[in-house]
C-alpha cells in the first residue's frame, strides 16, 4: 500500500534511485533511494512496474541482491551471482564466451539501471559484466517488454550502478588471489557545490586464472549529478572498459561412444569383438588389434559424461582471447512537476566491440552406426598410415571473430499519482525507442575432415590443420591463423530497430489488494546486408545481396493481483505477454514485411510471507514461462518445386519451463543472516516436432539447484563483534548435453555440491576479508558446454583489504 504521497512519491523508473525530497525547498536534502529498505530484509522494487513498492505488494517474481551479500561472497563477477537467484543458471552451448544466462531456462536482458547491457549473444560475442560499479542487482522472471523495449522471455537482470553522493566517501581497496590474480580499486564521491556531486570509480584486475584461462580488466566509470531545485536533477554518467579473457571453447569434451549401435552394451562393458566394422566395408576398417585397442581407451562413461583432463586447459596457442572494449554515455532526467507528477528521460549510447579466434570441435569419435554405417568418416576414429589414434579430435574449426554493436536507447516515464473516492492510483504513460547497429564478420580455417567440391566433383578446398592425435596431449598448429587459407565464413551488418508506448495502472483497491494492468503497443523492425563470403565456402552467398528487412508489430501485456489478508502473507498472481526481435543476429531474406516475431508468455502465482517482525521474507513461486512462435522448417517444402499450398516454415514452435521456486532472506538476530534460494524446473525444448530432439530438456538447464549463505556475526570465543563468518553450499542437478545428431543421445554433466567459507574483519576504517571456496576439492563441471563440460575451479582462496578515507 503507498503510505506516501511526495515526500516518497514513487520514483516511476528503477534506474533513478535519487533522493525523495523533502516538503523543504531546500537543495542540499539528499533524497533517499527508490531501493530503500523497510529494514535489511523487507525492501521495495521499481524493477517490475516501476514505481517503488514493497516486495510483499509487487505482482511479480522478483528477487534483490544487496551489496552486503555481493561482498560476503566476494563475487566480483555477474556469472559468480548465479548463486543467489532461483531459477537464474549458466546456458548450456555458451562455449564460455561471457556472461550467457537464463533465466528459467529462457534468454534474460542484461540492463544497468534498465537501460540495454548488452545481449547474450549465443556463441559469438558477448561482454562478462563485473559487479565493480554495481550497488546491487535485481530480477525480475517473466517478459516485460511494454517496460524495458525489445524484451526476452525469461525475465531482466538489471545492476543497479553506484551513483553520486553529497556525503564525502572515499574508498581504496585490493585483492590478492591464488593463480597470480590481483586487483586495486579506487571509489570516490563527494558535493563539488551544494548542487553538484561526483562519483569517480576505477579497477584494475589481472588473474593467469584457473586452467590458463587468463583474465585481464581495466574499469573506469564516472557520474557528475547536479540539482537544479528541489524538484528536478540531471546526471551524467560514462562507463569504460577494457578487458581480454581467454576462451576455452572446447572445454572437457565427451568421448563420441554411441551405446546403442552396440545392442546397448555401456563403455564399460564392450570388448575390441563388439566394436565390428560395417558389413558392407564402408566406413573405417579397423583390425582386430585397433578394436581392441579402442576398446581398452574406454572409459566406464564414456559417451555420457565429460572426459577429465584433469586440471589441462584445452586451449591452443593459436587461440586469442577475447578483446572487448565497452563504452556507454548516459543522461537522466528526473522532474518532479508537481507533488503527483513526475518526470523520468534517460538517453544512451553504447558501443561494444570484441575480437577473438577461437578453436571449436575436438570431436573424438570412437564408435558409431550413423545412417546405417559404422564409423562413416569423418565421423569415425582416426587411422593414419595403419596407425589408430584413439584419443584424436576430427573435424577441428578455428574461427576468428570481430564484432562491433552500437546502440541508442532514450526511455520516458511519466507518472501520476491520484487519487479516486478511497482508493490510491498510480498511472504511468511510457515510451521507449532502440537502435541496435551490429557489424559481424567471420573467418574458419579447418583441419583436413573439411572438404568442399564443386558441382563437378572436383575439391576446391580442403583444410590444413592438423589433425590433434591426443586431446590429452593436443599437437598444436603451429604459425598464425593467416597460415592456414582462412575461408570468410560470415560478413553482414544487422540493424535492430524498435520502439513502444505503453500505459501502465497500479490501484491500492484496499488495505489487502493491490491491482497492475499494463498494456503496450511494440513495433520491431530489422535490416539485414550481407556483403559476401568466400566462393569456395558457399558460392551461393558469395556475393553481396541488398539490404532486406523485416518488421513485426503487436501488443503486449502485464496483468496482475497482490491479495495481502494478513501484515506478514500475501498471495500474487501474474501473467505477461512479451515480444522480443525473432533473432537478433538471424538473417534476413528478401523483404518480409510483417513477419512474426517470437513472443513470450508468463504464469505465476506466489505466496510470500514475512516472520520475527520482518527479518524474515520469503517467496514460493510456482510458474509456467515459455517463447512462443518459433519457426521450424517445413519437411514437405521444396525450394522451386512445391506449390503454393506448401508453407516453407511453421511458427508455432516454443520453448517451455515449468517449475516452482524459492526465495529466503532472513536476519534472525543481530548475529544471524541467512540466505535460501532452490529451483525445480523442467525446461523443454519443443521448438521443432519434426526434429529427435523435439519435447528434451533444454540443454545445459538443471532441473533442481539450490544454494544457501549463513553469515555469523561472532560474539563468542572471546572474537571481536566486527568478525563475521559466512559459509555457503551450492547444489546442481545433473544438466543434459545429449545429441541424437552427434551420437551422444544420453549425454550430460554431472551434478555436484560445493562448500564455500569467509571471515572478515571490520573496524570503522578497514575491512580485510578471506574468501574459501570449494572447500573439500570438489571436481565439478560449472557450465554445461556443447557436448561437454567447463571443469570448475579447484579450492581458492582470495584475500581482499579496503580502507576508507
Known sequence: MKQFNYSLLTLACLNAPLAVAATTAEKDIERISVYEKQNQVVMSSGLATKSDMSLMETPAPVVIIDRELIESQGVDSLQELVRNVSGLTQAGNNYGIGDNLVIRGLDANYTYDGMYGGAGLGNTFNPTRSLTNVESVEVLKGPATGLYGIGSAGGVINLIEKKPEFEEKHKVSAELGQWDSYSLAFDSTNAITDDLAYRVMAKTASSDGFRDLKEDRDELYTSLKYVLSDKQDIMISAAYIKDSIAVDSIGHPIRIFNSESVDGLTAGEVTGADLVNDSNGNGVQLTAAQQEQLANSLSSNDGLTPYSFGTNGIISPMADDNEGEELRFKLTHNYFITDDLFLNQQLQYRNYTSSFARQT????????????????????????DGVLYSFAARRQEYRQVEADEKSWQYFLDLRYDFMLGDIDNELLVNANYEDRDIRFKQYSIYDADKVITNSDGETI???????????????????????????????????????????????????????????????????????????????????????????????????????????????????????????????????????????????????????????????????ESARTNLEYSNPLYEAGVSGPDVVESYYDGEEQTKGVELDLNAHLNEQWKVNINGVYQDARDKTNPNSSSYDTRQKGVPYVTASTWVTYYADMFNLPENVN?????????????NSTSF?????????????????????????????LNNLFNKKYYSKAMFLGGMPGEERNAKLSFSYTL
Open 743 to 771: 551420437g551422444i543421445p544420453d549425454g550430460y554433466v554431472p551434478s555436484y555440491t560445493v562448500y564455500d567459507a569467509a571471515v572478515s574483519y571490520t573496524t570503522d576504517k578497514w575491512h580485510m576479508q578471506l574468501n
Open 361 to 384: 570441435g575436438a570431436y573424438n569419435y570412437v564408435y558409431w552406426e550413423r545412417n546405417g554405417i559404422v564409423n562413416d568418416d569423418p565421423r569415425a576414429p582416426l587411422v593414419e
Open 461 to 623: 578446398y580442403q583444410g590444413t590443420l592438423p589433425y590433434i592425435y591426443d586431446i590429452r596431449e593436443p599437437n598444436w598448429p603451429t604459425g598464425s591463423f593467416d597460415d592456414y587459407d582462412p575461408l570468410k565464413t560470415s560478413d553482414y551488418n544487422k540493424k535492430v530497430q524498435a520502439w513502444g508506448l505503453g500505459i501502465q495502472h497500479v490501484g491500492y483497491i484496499t488495505d489487502a489488494l493491490t491491482t497492475r494492468v499494463g498494456v503496450a503497443y511494440n513495433r520491431i523492425k530489422q535490416t539485414y546486408e550481407h556483403f559476401g563470403v568466400d566462393e569456395r565456402y558457399s558460392s551461393s552467398r558469395a556475393e553481396p545481396t541488398p539490404e532486406a528487412n523485416t518488421s513485426d508489430s503487436g501488443l503486449t501485456y502485464n496483468l496482475g493481483a497482490t491479495y495481502q489478508p494478513t501484515e506478514d502473507f500475501s498471495v500474487f498472481i501474474n501473467h505477461s505477454k512479451g515480444r522480443t526481435a525473432y533473432s537478433i543476429l538471424g538473417s534476413v531474406a528478401g523483404n518480409e514485411a510483417d513477419r512474426e516475431d517470437s513472443e513470450s508468455i508468463s504464469n505465476d502465482l506466489g505466496f510470500r510471507f514475512k516472520a520475527f517482525d520482518d527479518q524474515l521474507l520469503a517467496s514460493l513461486v510456482v510458474f
Open 725 to 737: 563468518i559466512s559459509g555457503g553450499i551450492t547444489y546442481v542437478d545433473d544438466r543434459s548435453t
